[in-house]
């Protein structure tokens, strides 16, 4: 019997009331009676309470107003640790709750951040709030325009940060120039990470997904509530980067996502591939029942156990466990629809199924890059690979993909045949032992397999229905500082777009003399992504974005010129080779393993891998030279 090729392609997840404050003295008059007072900051919120915000000057006028640390559901602690966000009813305060300041992130270690992470914050403000972390974190921020005049039609834009489903926060994502610039609301949003976000009992117990609950109740919030801050309900667009990017997608899979939201960005994740199970979470159902010396069995007990854990001391002692994340949980979850039903692949493959809206996605040139500069160190500062290091990393990481499924059962398999085929589409052709070259093909590689193959596959089959737009961006900052430690070899890696997107070049209190180009990029940027918010379509006037269909794969290349792909600078059959051929050659390696009982005949089977901004990749931990 021979495996589906789904199933073989899955089985490899590619693994992120309280101080008053002066109100604005500036009214409305052609603001209705029946509206929102918005120059007064004041908002009252259904079966909640009132609400006072901030205003934040702005170098023109008007003004930004900020709602910060606004909770949408119960605290998720004590009884309700490792269960669905609580929102009926929702936490509510008598008086006026000052809205003003960050809520604590949600729990994490802070000290983890890695190389794109650290690069990314330097070029923030020096005066980025510090809210520190909770467990009680299911928060979110509200970012909009003075000045609305009685308008109840924006567009509002919700944002999911990174931070490979372990880390992150909403408090470095500041959008008053963005919002300021473009009239749209931004809406930034905590949910629950690592441990806390996603562990599972692989059954009812503790049936996982808590942090992809969170942002659908996150949503809800913003579909009964956001009027009251003069944003459309119907014209709510979720967007996110990396791990907040695969968030996006999966709520385009999700079933319990349904018509909360009508557009949708992912930037630099693949929610396709990255989507574990329950059998692959068993041996760390396993490890962790003995870190904290709780019983096993039955899980009822296990629970309770972790429950009484302090939140600090279990979030620790789990962190050297980086494959956290989402899972297909339709057999875990018998108490209430289950987030993920299906696998994305299936979804994929039956097109009805897929929460169709106009969609825009890409990734960066190079996107692993600063991963492959951290695994060097510092003896091999350009990253050269020799012939013999090459073949090994390729043929090592997709001999331990198939091998692993072995699991010393009677499978039958064939490994060398995929690292084979790998190695060959890969190796530069005529043959070249340009060291330069072999890191470039290497590394494009891993841009083509973890980025840009699921992405451009989750865009063509939106396009079947909808609008889907597809970016790469090759656009590295003018501004010395910007880059002063990623070599030019490193192109645009991970992460790179988020200082346009956030428009850092433009924003006040910097300390960073931003180059002019750089300002005109940041500028691009939020007009085509706000364009994309109002009207479905990011193409602006001096730039035409055509749609991505399966028939037509146009993509846009951003650099300091803005152009459709000529064909030529995109390699179209990469993608091919790794949606199409891929999951066929890995099936035919496996062909005689559809009997093998262990975890890894499961899709989201652990293999070894490190994980980089959202992406699990493997072999770049083997990097030592």
Known sequence: MKCPAWLVLALFPQLFAGIPVTRSQRTHEKQKQSQPRHGHL????????????????????????????????????????????????????????????????????????????????????????????????????????????????????????????????????????????????VVTVAYRLNILGYFTTTDAEAPGNYGMLDQVAALDWVQKRIHKFGGSA???????????????????????????????????????????????????????AEKFGCYRRPTSALMECLRRVDVKILVR??????????????????????????????VLDNNDQLNSVPFVTGYTNNEQALAYMESLGKGNPDGKLSSSRFEMLITDEFLS?????????????????????????????PPSKDQDVLRDRYLDLQTEKNFAAGLTLLAGRIANEK????????????????????????????????????????????TIQWNYADQHMAEMMTSMLANFARTGNPSINTVKWEPYTEEKPGILIIDKNIDMSNGSNVDYKAF?????????LLEEAMNNCCNVTSAAAEPGAATPKIAIGGIAIVALSHLVW
């Open 576 to 584: 091919a080779f790794w949606n199409e051929y891929y999951p066929r």
């Open 42 to 185: 004041e908002v009252k919120l259904p079966d909640q309470g009132t609400v006072v915000g901030k205003e934040v000057p702005q170098k023109r006028p008007p003004a930004i107003i900020q709602y910060l640390g606004i909770p949408y559901a119960q605290p998720p602690t004590g009884k309700l640790r490792f269960s669905a966000p609580v929102t009926d009813p929702l936490p509510s305060w008598s008086g006026v709750r000052n809205a003003t300041q960050f809520a604590p992130s949600c729990q994490q270690e802070t000290n983890r951040l890695k190389l794109h992470e650290k690069l990314y914050q330097r070029l923030l403000p020096p005066d980025q709030p510090d809210p520190g972390v909770s467990e009680d974190c299911l928060y979110l921020n509200i970012f909009m325009h003075d000045g609305f005049e009685g308008e109840v039609d924006r567009p509002v834009m919700v944002w999911f940060h990174g931070g490979d489903f372990n880390t992150g926060t909403p408090a470095i994502w500041d959008a008053s120039f963005f919002v300021h610039k473009q009239k749209v609301i």
């Open 234 to 288: 119907s014209n709510v667009v979720i967007y996110g980067h990396s791990s907040g990017a695969i968030s996006v997608g999966l709520h385009l899979i999700s079933p319990m996502s349904k018509g909360k939201f009508s557009k949708a960005i992912a930037m630099s994740g693949d929610a396709v591939s990255s989507v574990g199970s329950p059998r692959a979470e068993l041996p760390v159902v396993d490890i962790i």
């Open 467 to 510: 609008s889907a737009f597809v970016y790469r961006f090759d656009y590295r900052p003018e501004t010395k500082y910007a880059t002063s430690d990623v070599p030019k070899w490193a192109g645009v890696p991970h992460m790179f777009e988020l200082p346009f997107v956030w428009a850092l070049p433009s924003v006040r209190g910097t």
């Open 401 to 429: 993909v198939v091998s692993n499924l072995e699991d010393n059962s009677t499978c039958e398999t064939r490994p060398e045949m995929v690292a084979d085929a790998v190695l060959f589409f890969y190796k530069p052709h």
């Open 317 to 346: 002692e789990s962190s050297s466990i980086e494959t956290w994340g989402p899972i297909v949980d339709a057999e875990t979850n018998n108490a209430t629809d289950p987030f993920l039903p299906m696998h994305p692949r299936d």
